[in-house]
């Protein structure tokens, strides 16, 4: 089967309804993108899928054929995904870490739809993105930061 | 070993010879002074050779091993800065690495190589500033040597030795210094010198961690490395009876199926191959006659034993004949959940069994007990066993198992299999797969005299002992008591600080297992005690916060944070309309706790605005790093308090995954504000001591708001 991960047409050997995030990281050997509760309740797995945040965990790969698959690994190249990394470091956001390729994959997603969100729109477009590390006031503080630098 | 300072092994087998003979099974925990929040314990350790805990290379980078595990908290970050500061390095070459399982870096005070008991930075507080002390040491000598000039003309800044206008690198001097003896004394850097300890520094693993490089234990992949899952027990401690594999073989992808002693283990190519697989198993299992947990039954069990005499954990004075003099007395029981740690990255192992030893990839915060576990399953001694440390996704406790579950298992399925196997769990595996926070009923009954003083303190605890039946039990059981049950009940100022007392424990048998939870005995006692006292201070007319200053004025580090987050949150001063505030104050792991919730409840939804967080934890390492740990327990421990439950009917776990085992999200987080006390008292942790106030400080808030004192979590929906 034929993906473009990352503007790359990679053909994987893989099954239909495999999810793109075992496709991703299985097959594909990039791992960035994280693996947490399969079943969409944690956001691990966030990647866009033509410039939308999907669940990589629960989309099938067939549903991603003739789109753009973007992950974490091509965020560097990204002016949005770039202002949020950067906001992420100042604002030293991470603790483990696990959480946070879903969390700047939503975050970029959030500020490529709204460029100033508020408190509010945070809260709803990041909620599905869990953090048992509890960073959520600094990736709040972090994506009003890229704001401020995108703007 | 040209880029390595190569040093004397005098002080490497010294160490070693703490634990030789004694590695396997009888982990003697000479100093275990966890509950006392030693801060000193490095002083009676042998110096250590400072090759363990750092390399130079040639090209001036400075490498730094970790002896503990990075799982978030942030000792990648603090233990170089300990180094950093007697080296004098340049930060921007510093580097760090996971140790691998080795003598030289078992904790200075448990005696095992270990992450937990928020420990980390007070018990490597000398032992690495020593390892950067005799390495700035030795590369003056060596620089001294190679310019042949007296060592006492020579400083050291930034990563160089500089003579007059003369300057070597540390790299340029690495060959020198291999050359040389490790000196037998170290003088460590007085305060007023230091660069880094006590000031705010950016993470060192903050860069891998965003752009997706970080490796975690799931995320090791090697050629010819397989994926396996586990079909394990329904109910615990049942038996698999019999298994029809026919149809999981047939799944494209799956390999082989092997029996393990925890289950059926499916080996693949790919994890989803290996779910498939493992859906696709006909398992039977021997519940038959087995005891099945169930949550109503068992509350009532716990309700009953509450109020039957249990093992003496603490007594004093003559409870019976002074609560005859009581004004009020009280009467209260309080009822905490079986909680899991859920961290994000599902547990996972990687294990290569080849004809020199073993390999094991994982996070795990307890390299010692794993090494022995799988050494014992294959045959071979400890040090056939290399552990390769990945950042852990998350830790809380569950990755610190005295009984190396996950990694005993990875282990087993890769012999049965005679492959590399990367045993992964699902996120369901996780949930329902026991190693929780036990569930516990306290019953508390405290006689008043006319001021509103307790008189006398009963109160009797029920639960599992997390200790029981692992190699910790030789320590921290003592006389029936497993310390850890009982923390921050018997040794609490309030109990020790009323003449007559008495603290009783039932300590309850069963098949669930249960574990440390991020501030273990803390987590429900916290609760317990900051909710009682609270209800001490309404039942006597008293205001909260100068009810718990009168009853703890003879304890200044609690008196300090208390005042301090009384102080930042404006205690007594005006709020919003329908927020409310709740104060809590708590001791744990060393370090004092006192945080302020700002609440309001709407329609039976508990909404926390605001946390004011005051901490003692004496020298604060690095003061971002703290702060960032209380934001984090506030969270932890808020998805707790509010709505996380795991529960059982018909012997089995009711939740599954994170719709169910409900934890904290970005709507319902707080802002928090977090304030450091000034204070050179003893090092306590960090890393738990946030978790314990919280929930009383919330649940007290809730009082305030609507008169309903919260004595069970979660809060749930208690309040519709």
């Known amino acids: 089967m034929k993906l473009n991960i990352n503007g790359k047409e990679t053909d994987l050997n893989v099954s239909d309804d495999m999810p793109i995030l075992w496709a991703i990281r299985d097959v594909a050997g990039m791992t960035g993108t994280k693996f947490g509760c399969g079943m969409a309740q944690c956001g691990a797995c966030t990647v866009h899928l033509d410039g939308q945040a999907i669940r990589s965990c629960v989309t099938p790969v067939s549903a991603a054929v003739g789109k753009k698959i973007t992950t974490i690994e091509a965020m560097q190249e990204d002016k949005v995904g770039q202002a949020v990394q950067a906001a992420w470091q100042q604002i030293d956001v991470v603790q483990c870490g696990y959480c946070q390729s879903g969390q700047i994959m939503s975050a970029t997603s959030l500020l490529k739809q709204n460029p100033t969100p508020s408190d509010a729109d945070i809260d709803a477009a990041m909620s599905g993105n869990i953090c048992r590390c509890g960073t959520y006031q600094r990736i709040r503080t972090a994506i009003h930061e890229a704001a401020a630098k995108l703007a | ?720």
């Open chain 2, 1 to 720: 070993m040209n880029d390595m300072i190569n040093l004397s092994r005098r002080s490497f087998i010294k160490s070693t010879a703490l634990v030789a003979g004694g590695l396997v099974v009888a982990f003697s925990i000479p100093q275990a002074k966890r509950f006392m929040g030693v801060a000193n314990a490095a002083e009676a350790m042998p110096l250590p050779a400072p090759n363990a805990f750092l390399r130079i290379g040639a090209d001036d980078s400075i490498t730094v091993m970790l002896a503990h595990s990075e799982m978030g908290q942030g000792v990648w970050t603090t233990l170089p800065m300990l180094i950093a500061d007697e080296l004098d390095a340049d930060w921007s070459k510093v580097k760090v690495e996971h140790a691998p399982a080795a003598p030289a870096y078992i904790h200075t005070a448990y005696g095992i190589q270990i992450t937990g008991g928020s420990s980390t930075t007070w018990s490597e507080f000398d032992r690495y500033r020593q390892a950067g002390a005799l390495t700035r040491a030795l590369l003056l000598q060596a620089a001294a040597k190679q310019w042949n000039v007296p060592v006492a003309g020579l400083r050291t800044e930034n990563g160089a030795v500089i003579n007059g206008k003369k300057k070597l690198t540390y790299g340029q001097l690495v060959e020198t210094a291999s050359q040389l003896e490790t000196p037998t004394s170290v003088t460590l850097k007085k305060p007023e010198q230091w660069k880094f300890i006590g000031k705010a520094t950016k993470r060192l693993d903050s860069a891998e961690k965003i752009n997706g490089t970080a490796k975690f234990g799931q995320d090791v992949q090697f050629d010819g490395l397989k994926v396996a899952m586990v079909a394990r027990s329904p109910v615990f401690g049942t038996k698999l009876k019999s298994v029809d594999d026919s149809a999981a073989r047939q799944v494209p992808g799956v390999i082989k199926v092997v029996k393990v002693p925890t289950g059926v283990a499916v080996i693949a190519e790919y994890y989803w191959a290996a779910k498939q697989g493992r859906e696709a198993l006909k398992l039977a299992w021997d519940l038959d006659g087995h005891d099945k947990p169930d949550s109503a039954a068992l509350l009532k069990q716990y309700q009953a034993l509450a109020q039957q005499p249990g093992v003496q954990a603490a007594k004093a004075g003559d409870i019976a004949s002074a609560s005859k003099q009581a004004k009020h007395t009280i009467t209260a029981e309080y009822v905490l959940p079986y909680l899991s740690h859920a961290p994000m990255e599902p547990l996972n192992c990687a294990v290569k069994i080849s004809d020199q030893g073993c390999d094991i990839w994982t996070g795990t915060q307890m390299q010692t007990t794993d090494q022995a576990a799988a050494a014992k399953i294959l045959g071979l001694k400890p040090d056939q066993v290399k552990i390769h440390t990945q950042f852990l996704g998350g830790g809380f406790g569950r990755r610190a198992n005295p009984r190396a579950d996950f990694v005993s298992e990875a282990v087993e399925v890769a012999k049965a299999a005679g492959l590399p196997v990367k045993t992964v769990w699902s996120r369901e595996d996780d949930v329902k797969g026991g190693f929780y926070r036990p569930m516990f009923v306290h019953r508390a009954t405290v006689a008043l005299d006319q001021q509103g003083k307790p008189l006398a303190w009963q109160q009797t605890l029920v639960g599992q002992s997390i200790i029981k039946g692992t190699p910790f039990e030789g320590v921290m059981i003592k006389d029936g008591i497993d310390a850890t049950s009982v923390e921050g009940v018997a040794d609490s100022p309030y109990v020790k600080g009323t003449a007559n007392h008495q603290v009783h424990l039932h300590s309850v048998q069963s098949d669930v297992p249960v574990l440390w939870w991020r501030s273990v005995g803390h987590s429900h006692s916290g609760f317990v005690m900051e909710s009682l006292i609270d209800e001490l201070a309404h039942a006597s007319k008293q205001d909260p916060l100068a009810y718990r200053r009168q009853l703890l004025k003879d304890h200044p580090r609690h008196l300090a944070a208390l005042n301090l987050a009384a102080d930042k949150a404006g205690w007594g001063k005006p709020l919003p309309s329908g927020v409310f505030r709740g104060i809590a104050v708590h001791e744990s792991f060393g370090s004092y706790v006192a945080q302020v919730a700002e609440v309001s409840v709407k329609e039976g939804e508990v909404k926390v605005h605001r946390v004011v967080v005051a901490i003692d934890c004496g020298l604060a390492v690095n003061p971002d790093g703290v702060k960032a740990q209380m934001e984090s327990s506030v969270a932890y421990a808020l998805g707790a308090a509010l709505s996380s439950e795991i529960s059982f009917k018909d012997g089995q776990v009711v939740q599954s995954n994170f719709h169910d085992y409900q934890v904290l999200r970005m709507k319902d987080m707080p802002k928090v504000d977090v304030h450091i006390v000034a204070s050179k008292e003893k090092m306590g942790g960090v890393g738990e001591p946030g978790v314990p106030p919280l929930a009383p400080a919330v649940a007290n808030a809730v009082f305030a708001a609507t008169g309903k004192r919260i004595r069970r979590l979660p809060i749930g929906d208690q309040l519709a």
